[in-house]
């Protein structure tokens, strides 16, 4: 079955050290999110990306960097830089084109900074 | 003002009750999204439509494209459907070729037994 993969589901960091969260999808999306989420708090785009090489800063991109070397690979890396990392990552994607295509989520990756 | 916003922000119903929740935005958009978060943290798309009624099983979607107005009804509500629901809205844009999603803050459900 198709869908979108995140991991890992659970991390823990030591505050100073950089960490990469995974996501891939086999859907065959141009189009790729990342999203963060703080309690009783909205998702917030971090990052997007419409196509290989190429990706855009989202609302709060400050303090993480992603890659997209390959359509279905869509990482993210949280930085010490950035000052509060702990929460809810989700990872999306979606068909782009002429019609507007349905969003896809993974199941998430909770970040804790100890 | 936020530019996709739900009502109610926190609904508690009874198993069996009608349950509607609401979502108003202020832009024009290509399509919207009805989603649901469950305690776990995953998302799961429920609809995504541009016109009319869509049904699935008891939920039902509809949307007022004049009006900027979108309501999820849930039929015949159970425990098991306790959840945030999103709404989600993609933008149309005219002058790029790409479009973001704006999200609703979301409307925590619970049903009790």
């Known amino acids: 079955d198709g869908g979108i993969t995140q991991s890992p589901k659970y991390l823990f960091r030591k505050e100073g050290q950089n960490v990469t969260l995974s996501c891939e999808q086999n859907l065959n999306h141009d189009a790729m999110y990342w999203y963060r989420q703080d309690p009783g708090q909205g998702l917030r785009l971090i990052y997007y990306s419409q196509i290989v090489n190429d990706f855009q800063k989202g609302d709060i991109a400050e303090g993480y960097s992603v890659s997209r070397e390959k359509k279905e690979s869509f990482p993210l890396t949280v930085t010490s830089a950035q000052k509060n990392p702990t929460a809810f990552y989700l990872c999306?994607?979606?068909?782009?084109?002429?019609?507007?295509?349905?969003?896809?989520f993974g199941e998430g990756s909770r970040l804790t900074v100890l | 003002k936020n530019e996709v916003e739900q009502s109610p922000q926190n609904l508690t119903a009874q198993e069996g009750e009608f349950i509607t929740i609401n979502c108003s935005y202020s832009v024009g958009i290509s399509a919207l999204h009805w989603l649901q978060q469950h305690p776990g943290g995953g998302i799961v798309s429920l609809f995504m439509?541009?016109?009319g009624k869509k049904k699935h099983g008891r939920l039902i979607a509809t949307i007022n494209i004049q009006e900027k107005h979108s309501s999820l009804h849930i039929t015949a509500s159970h425990p098991r459907d306790s959840a945030v629901y999103i709404c989600?809205?993609?933008?149309?844009?005219?002058?790029?070729?790409?479009?973001?999603?704006?999200f609703g803050p979301g409307t925590s459900l619970s049903v009790i037994p």
């Open positions: 439509l541009s016109s």
């Open positions: 989600a809205v993609i933008p149309f844009l005219m002058k790029t070729s790409y479009d973001k999603v704006i």
């Open positions: 999306a994607s979606r068909r782009q084109g002429r019609t507007t295509g349905e969003l896809f």
